[in-house]
């Protein structure tokens, strides 16, 4: 089977402070795009960060980046310089060949001011 | 561009009552999936399509059907509602392309549905 597991239900970091999310998963693909999308209390899904699996280079954009480690299949993301408006439902999710998508369970993120 | 709208936005079924929802898209994307959201479970994936007249299964696709007649359009239909089908349902596209934004899902604004 095909999964995702996001081991950390729940994590809170101070404002200003770094954080990072875990992710595992488990493919037999070898060619698969990982994700991590950010769901506020608004309920829209908005992605935060993508890698492509044969990229070696870590993605990041701006504040967000990911430790992509292929052979261990994780996938964390660090999220630098934290603000309040972080705060939010994380999920992490990959998407394979044929265009089938899993998803975490998700991490819910609290930013203390 | 309105992108992705789901309709309807809420709606309480009792259980056995059929109903269908629709998504649309003005993105001109190939991909179009529905999603089923359940506290502590994140998204599972039901059916989706990879373009016009097809469909697949998704992880939990039982008691679902899915109609793509036309490109902007993803129907997602309960046939005889059931209370563990009490969820939050998410549509989303993607263009399909590889490139820079290479499968970016844009989802819709969710769906939530209560069978009683």
């Known amino acids: 089977a095909q999964t995702v597991t996001q081991s950390q239900p729940e994590m809170s970091v101070q404002e200003a402070e770094t954080v990072t999310l875990s992710c595992t998963y488990d493919?037999?693909?070898?060619?698969?795009?990982l994700f991590w999308y950010k769901q506020p209390p608004s309920r829209q899904m908005i992605l935060v960060i993508r890698?492509?699996?044969?990229?070696?280079q870590n993605a990041t954009e701006n504040r967000f980046s990911v430790n992509f480690q292929k052979a261990a299949k994780s996938f964390s993301l660090k999220i630098s310089d934290s603000q309040l408006g972080d705060a939010a439902m994380y999920f992490c999710?990959?998407?394979?060949?044929?265009?089938?998508?899993?998803f975490g369970a998700g991490t819910r993120l609290t930013v203390k001011p | 561009n309105a992108g992705v709208t789901q309709t309807p936005k809420f709606r309480v079924l009792k259980t056995g009552q059929s109903m269908t929802l629709l998504c649309a898209q003005d993105?001109?994307?190939?991909?179009m999936y529905w999603y089923r959201q359940d506290p502590g479970m994140g998204l599972r994936l039901i059916h989706y399509?990879?373009?016009?007249?097809?469909?697949a299964k998704g992880e939990v696709p039982d008691g679902y059907n899915v109609s793509r007649l036309k490109k902007q359009n993803f129907l997602l239909g309960l046939e005889s509602a059931a209370p563990s089908q009490t969820s939050v349902y998410f549509c989303?596209?993607?263009?399909?392309?590889?490139?820079?934004?290479?499968?970016?899902?844009?989802f819709g604004p969710g769906t939530r549905l209560t069978v009683t």
């Open positions: 399509s990879v373009g016009e007249g097809t469909t």
């Open positions: 890698q492509e699996a044969y990229k070696q």
């Open positions: 493919t037999s693909e070898s060619d698969y795009y």
């Open positions: 999710a990959y998407r394979i060949e044929n265009n089938d998508m899993r």
């Open positions: 989303a596209t993607t263009d399909g392309v590889r490139g820079p934004r290479s499968y970016e899902q844009y």
């Open positions: 993105m001109n994307h190939e991909y």
